[in-house]
């Protein structure tokens, strides 16, 4: 479904705040039965396709940008955008590298307590290794995620986690 929207921005003090794309209701009436857990891809100026939710927000819904979505198709808030959005079938309901799904296949008591989170959980997880640039950082940072699971019985501790990451550099150096 495509149409055209003005880039918006919420205030600083609201909850979910930063660059948004408000969905006209009958696209979002139309794609939400055709959704799971709300997920979309959305393409803008048939630049760039991010993984995304259909947000409420009082009586209109929305898609939650960011400056590095801005940037890279160079808009600002107040332009005028072509949307097209379409359902996210995906298994997780975003891309995840190829690094990370080898590092699960590899592990499985790893990979059964991954997909024991929510799947908003493993999302976020996931999208913290996608944003590594270099696929060795990608594959011993899914190490550490699953050794961290693992660790904690299946419960993630994002300040643990942190811990880990920095543990697991500092013992890389030579």
Do not use: W
Request: glycine share 6%; hydrophobic share 35%.
């Amino acid at each position: 479904m495509k149409f055209q929207a003005k880039i918006n921005s919420f205030g600083e003090n609201n909850l979910g705040h930063g660059p948004y794309i408000e969905i006209p209701k009958e696209v979002y009436n139309e794609l939400l039965p055709n959704t799971i857990d709300k997920r979309i891809k959305c393409t803008l100026n048939n630049l760039t396709t991010i993984s995304r939710a259909m947000a409420p927000k009082g009586n209109f819904n929305y898609i939650l940008l960011n400056k590095d979505v801005l940037k890279e198709i160079k808009v600002t808030i107040g332009d005028i955008v072509l949307v097209e959005l379409q359902p996210d079938k995906s298994k997780y309901g975003m891309p995840i590298s190829e690094e990370m799904e080898e590092v699960l296949f590899s592990d499985p008591d790893g990979s059964d307590l991954f997909h024991r989170l929510t799947p908003g959980v493993q999302r976020t997880l996931i999208h913290v290794i996608s944003k590594y640039k270099s696929s060795n950082l990608k594959i011993e940072r899914s190490f550490v995620i699953l050794e961290h699971l693992k660790k904690n019985k299946g419960k993630l501790d994002f300040k643990l986690l942190q811990e880990d990451f920095k543990n697991q550099r500092n013992n890389m150096k030579f």
